[in-house]
């Protein structure tokens, strides 16, 4: 445990932001589920429909550097180029 007055705030902060950005993250899990389960299903319409909602997603949360705008990037090209694939 931290003993410095800063440290325990850091640690109280970084707890906070712990909780947001799981949030955050769960949300991507989930965009990116809904369109595995489409591609698997092999229905394109509803692929490309979730491609829009996932890539809205993994913008905000690279926009408030819960990944790295990198890694949102590389997502949302495979996930395009799966669903391109599909179709």
Do not use: C, F, Y
Request: aromatic content about 2%; glycine content about 2%; proline content about 2%.
């Amino acid at each position: 445990m931290p003993q410095l007055d800063a440290g325990k705030k850091a640690l109280r902060t970084s707890a906070r932001r712990r909780v947001v950005n799981d949030v955050w993250r769960q949300k991507i899990r989930v965009a990116m589920k809904a369109i595995r389960e489409a591609l698997v299903a092999k229905d394109s319409k509803a692929a490309l429909a979730e491609l829009t909602k996932a890539e809205s997603v993994i913008d905000k949360a690279a926009r408030r550097n819960i990944i790295h705008p990198n890694k949102a990037a590389r997502k949302k090209s495979r996930l395009r180029k799966a669903i391109l694939a599909l179709s």
